[in-house]
């Protein structure tokens, strides 16, 4: 296995860690800061909605600096951010950090994505890819729930404490072990947006962030949602976020396949209805561990193998344009992901934590009214093309 690559992996570690292991701690967040537990998840809407603008703009911007330089810049942000939340004494500035965090964040994903795929030859690059990628859904199976806890037993400020180490790991082997790579061409801002302006690609990104609102209101929150299941222990909820997190990682290696052989229109679809349905019934199911642990394995499988047939819906529609569509996706997860913590801490207050489902589910069949929209908008392009090509012939 090719050392530098699992650097990359490494740092995305460290960045998936971040990004889902706050639905863990919340509680103790909220009482350490006297907030609300709707308060506290604005910690984790800061650090998306940051990450989702930042991503694409920063891509642009420093397309003139060195990528070493801008992997080691981002992931320096990153452990002084966290290590900034750990320390905070105030609400107010703990936020600020998680801003600092999605800024660093910003800067190192995406880049490492592009830099694996020139460290290898052309015919690896896919390996490459699903070498860095795998980091960070193996942070949904490790991190997060070892994250949360060394939050329920410690700490959550070690927790933070926990993540910033893992970063300080991931920028010693950039440091030590990545090389000097030759600048990837220039894409401007516009260019990276432009794709927006096809209908088609602003439906399947909205099918995202709306699939991503339903799946966060409920992850965001999830210490609260299954406070009945786990009784308090942090140990148990540990578990049940490796569940969420194996059943991910194992759906997301399966999808590609089925892809293949069903397409992914029909992925999406059945993927969404499953997400629909077992989210509908958390309210009954959260109230024991067997059955929200059953709960949250058909969750978190399902809820992750929407990812894969988004993006190949979208690179399949301009494929020149792999890198940025698949990058717009990602900002569409984070946003979504902003979004739910938004939503969630409004509805807790009305409807209660263990009712978020009903919330959540009505969110995923509008999603899936979104992923049959795009659906019909392909076939109509694709239709006046053979028209057209007629016509001329």
Known sequence: MDRRLLTLALGMFALGTDSFVFGGILPQIAKSFHVSIGAAGQMITVYALTFALLAPTIAALAAGISRKRLLLTGMGLFIVANIGTALAPTFALALATRALAGVGAAMFSPTASGTGTMLVAPERRGFALSIIVAGLTTATALGTPLGAVIGGLADWRWTLAFVAALGAAGFVGVWALLPEVPLPPAISLRKRLAPLTDSRVGL??????????????????????????????????????????????????????????????????????????????????GRHLWSAALAITVWGGCAWGVLVPQQFRLVSLNPPMAAVLVGLNTSATYIGVSIAGVIGAGAIPVIGSHNLGYLASSIVVVALVFSELATLRIAAVENAKVVTNGATV
């Open 204 to 285: 399947i990104l909205v099918t995202t962030v709306l699939a991503q609102i339903g799946t966060f209101i409920i992850y965001n929150y999830f210490s609260v949602v299954f406070d009945r299941a786990t009784g308090g222990n942090p140990t148990v909820l540990g578990m049940l976020l490796v569940l969420w997190g194996l059943a991910g990682t194992f759906s997301n290696l399966m999808t590609g396949r089925i892809i293949d052989k069903i397409g992914s229109r029909k992925v999406v679809i059945v993927m969404l209805i499953a997400v629909m349905t077992v989210i509908l019934t958390m309210p009954l199911s």
